[in-house]
């Protein structure tokens, strides 16, 4: 039986910059069975392809091109799923010709998955679309793309979801698609496991003595990195002091210091920059809890990964969060409110967690079997391709 040929469409991807970036996708990606040859394209906004993505074509043994994204800067986002399209036509058509993918696959909605339908359109090819939390939450909502995300959802012959949640959202925007099915992302389980807390500081050189609240990830407002320093401040102002392990860089950087620096509480700061995806588990069990404040939310992997290795998570009640989060893990708040995001950081770390319950919760999730109802769902669409008309 000829192997099918799947070409993904996704900026939601691990780069030789940023090895954390949308490693959920590559794992999922690599674990797919080797009768399904996959082939990423990731786009790359063209300044940081030039300096440092040009000439990669692999990156842990998948196959990928990362390609120039070229857009007007200060455009409206409703164009950029045309600018992505083009972008590929210029930069990778021949690359594209040369793999001759039976089946497209756009992770993340717009604007990948418009591009991504645009493209099969194009070769006559089937597609199947990714969506994941922000591109559903926010992008979806946005009247100016509402059309272009239409345009592809209708184009596409199966749409998978990584939560109820975010195929409930879509139900209630008046979105549909062919078939829809839900598949919850997987977690590392050997990576992430439970290690001794007192070892893992001493590794990374951190207090052992401290209380420690985890910050991992972009280092966005909108990833709540503004609310995580503005809790902690609060928090000690209070009488709990403890310390905010920062791994991460992004653009809110400047904003957290000086949010720290009004309130006379920068030594309550530890930037750790920028770290691999593999020394995250050593975070995670040098913690005594991971926060995740963020104002919009899929089903993020950190949280997973958090309880596999028996940390606490306090997250906001968004997206798919509250389907991962039971009591027994963790503490929910509600979205930009540093008051309640520090008085449940106060309530995590005066609590006693299970750490075995709280890993038995992630158990049974894998990426070998989130992979196979991923290729469950690409050999059902082939299937339905190859025994249509004409056939």
């Given amino acids: 039986m000829r192997a099918v040929k799947l070409l993904i469409i996704t900026n939601l991807f691990p780069t030789p910059g940023d090895s954390t970036r949308g490693v959920f996708n590559a794992n999922q990606f690599r674990a797919l069975?080797?009768?399904?040859?996959?082939?990423?394209?990731?786009?790359?906004?063209?300044?940081?392809?030039?300096?440092?993505?040009?000439?990669?074509?692999?990156?842990?043994?998948?196959?990928?091109?990362?390609?120039?994204?070229?857009?007007?800067?200060?455009?409206?986002?409703g164009w950029h799923g045309d600018a992505l399209y083009l972008s590929l036509q210029a930069s990778a058509r021949q690359w594209i010709r040369a793999v001759a993918p039976d089946l497209i696959l756009g992770s993340f909605l717009y604007p990948d998955g418009y591009a991504a339908a645009k493209l099969a359109e194009r070769l006559g090819v089937p597609l199947v679309l990714k969506a994941h939390g922000s591109d559903v939450n926010q992008k979806a909502r946005a009247a100016r793309l509402r059309e272009r995300i239409q345009y592809a959802l209708r184009r596409a012959a199966a749409l998978v979801v990584v939560s109820?949640?975010?195929?409930?959202?879509?139900?209630?925007?008046?979105?549909?698609?062919?078939?829809?099915?839900?598949?919850?992302?997987?977690?590392?389980?050997?990576?992430?496991a439970p290690r001794d807390r007192a070892e893992s500081r001493a590794r990374l050189g951190l207090p052992l003595a401290d209380k420690l609240v985890l910050f991992a990830g972009n280092l966005k407002v909108d990833k709540g990195a503004v609310d995580a320093v503005a809790a902690v401040c609060r928090l000690a102002e209070s009488g709990l002091p403890c310390r905010l392990v920062i791994v991460g860089e992004g653009?809110?950087?400047?904003?957290?210091?000086?949010?720290?620096?009004?309130?006379?509480?920068?030594?309550?700061?530890?930037?750790?920059?920028?770290?691999?995806?593999a020394q995250l588990a050593a975070y995670?069990?040098?913690?005594?809890?991971?926060?995740?404040?963020?104002?919009a939310e899929g089903v993020p992997n950190v949280v997973l990964e958090a309880?596999?290795?028996?940390?606490?998570?306090v997250a906001t009640d968004v997206g798919g969060i509250p389907d991962l989060l039971p009591e027994v893990a963790g503490v929910l708040v509600p979205v930009g409110d540093v008051?309640?995001?520090?008085?449940g950081i106060g309530a995590a770390l005066t609590r006693?967690?299970?750490?075995?319950?709280?890993?038995?919760?992630?158990?049974?999730?894998?990426?070998?079997?989130?992979a196979a109802q991923l290729a469950e769902v690409l050999r059902e669409v082939m299937a339905n391709a190859n025994a249509g008309p004409g056939r």
């Fill in 339 to 343: 008051a309640a995001i520090a008085q």
């Fill in 251 to 277: 653009a809110a950087a400047d904003e957290m210091r000086q949010t720290a620096q009004r309130r006379g509480a920068s030594e309550l700061l530890l930037w750790q920059g920028r770290r691999p995806h």
């Fill in 33 to 77: 069975p080797a009768q399904i040859e996959v082939c990423v394209l990731v786009p790359v906004p063209f300044p940081e392809w030039q300096r440092s993505y040009a000439g990669v074509r692999e990156w842990q043994h998948c196959r990928v091109r990362y390609v120039p994204f070229f857009y007007p800067p200060g455009v409206a986002r």
């Fill in 352 to 370: 006693h967690f299970d750490s075995a319950a709280i890993c038995r919760l992630v158990a049974q999730r894998s990426w070998s079997g989130s």
């Fill in 307 to 313: 309880m596999a290795c028996g940390t606490p998570v």
């Fill in 164 to 192: 109820e949640t975010l195929q409930h959202e879509l139900d209630e925007l008046g979105y549909a698609c062919r078939s829809v099915r839900v598949i919850q992302n997987g977690v590392d389980t050997l990576a992430f």
């Fill in 284 to 295: 995670m069990n040098a913690a005594d809890l991971l926060l995740l404040p963020s104002h």
